[in-house]
């Protein structure tokens, strides 16, 4: 796990050189990245949600896409098109823009269900399907999506479906006095993302987010996170209790936490330990 902790923690060093004073919403950023997981940023406008996404891009060198969500949008804007070319007499597929590495869906609670629909295979297989032909994303892949939770005008709630796809949700929140100060004086003259650099290649998180799969979780653990996914599904106050999905998240983010605070210890070169007292 010696690999996971100093690759997390020049990535969480790095984002924050962009997004001032949210050290604890940037390592759960990190740690989705790590889980091969997506994110659902929900925030009021102009807290730093695109700066997020486009922050952690940079950071590992990964292509990144922005999609601006509308009402008039279509699926294919979003996976996109095959376009018949007359000189070959063949289809060409024009890749829409969710075929990259870090993907940023703006405000995707204002495109209509057919539309949201259309990140359903994506979020799940990492792949898209036009035309019958399935098209696979590179590693890694990660979705961040964002929503404004006070205005409602125009907007189409997210399904169950599609939140459940979704490994964590984040609130980024307003800076405090200090904070936004210092904001100030790094955005005086330009913005600090356009000259953030690449703190860790792809390899080295791919070779982190397989180590973190690898973690061994205490029985116990497990028995606990099973427990308390079902007490949401009989308790009288809880409209819909968590899928099976959630107990995965739970056990991945309980891996990744563990292996990013260097909570695990090693029996033998092959089997790698998470604790369950250390919670």
């Known amino acids: 796990m010696s690999s996971v902790k100093p690759v997390a923690e020049r990535i969480v060093a790095n984002v924050e050189k962009v997004i001032v004073g949210k050290a604890a919403e940037v390592q759960m950023a990190v740690i989705g990245l790590l889980c091969q997981g997506h ?23 990964c292509t990144f896409s922005r999609i601006q969500f509308t009402p008039d949008m279509l699926p294919s804007d979003v996976t996109g098109v ?15 823009p969710v075929i990259a590495q870090v993907v940023l869906t703006d405000e995707i609670n204002r495109a209509t269900p057919k539309t949201q629909a259309a990140l359903l295979e994506v979020m799940e297989e990492g792949q898209v399907t036009v035309d019958g032909v399935t098209h696979k994303l590179e590693r890694p892949f990660m979705l961040l999506a964002t929503q404004n939770p006070i205005e409602y005008e125009g907007t189409f709630p997210l399904p169950e479906a599609q939140l459940d796809r979704f490994l964590l949700r984040i609130r980024l929140g307003y800076p405090t006095s200090s904070d936004e100060v210092r904001v100030l004086d790094l955005q005086q003259f330009v913005h600090p ?6 703190t860790a290649t792809v390899e080295e998180l791919l070779g982190a987010q397989d180590a973190v ?67």
Not at 39 to 59: F, N, Q, W
Not at 82 to 93: A, K, V
Not at 193 to 198: E, N, R, S
Not at 248 to 273: D, K, M
């Open 39 to 61: 994110l659902l940023i929900e925030d009021v406008p102009g807290v730093g949600k695109t700066m997020l996404a486009h922050s952690l891009a940079r950071s590992i060198g």
């Open 82 to 96: 095959s376009i018949y070319n007359q000189q070959t007499r063949q289809f060409e597929f024009r890749p829409g």
């Open 193 to 198: 993302i356009h000259g953030l650099q690449q």
């Open 213 to 279: 799969r690898r973690v061994f979780v205490d029985p116990l653990v497990k028995s606990y996170i099973v427990e308390l996914v079902t007490r949401t599904r009989n308790h009288p106050e809880v409209y819909l209790g968590a899928s099976p999905r959630g107990s995965l998240t739970l056990y991945r983010t309980g891996q990744a936490r563990a292996a990013q605070a260097s909570r695990v210890e090693q029996e033998n070169p092959s089997v790698n330990v998470l604790v369950g007292s250390h919670g």
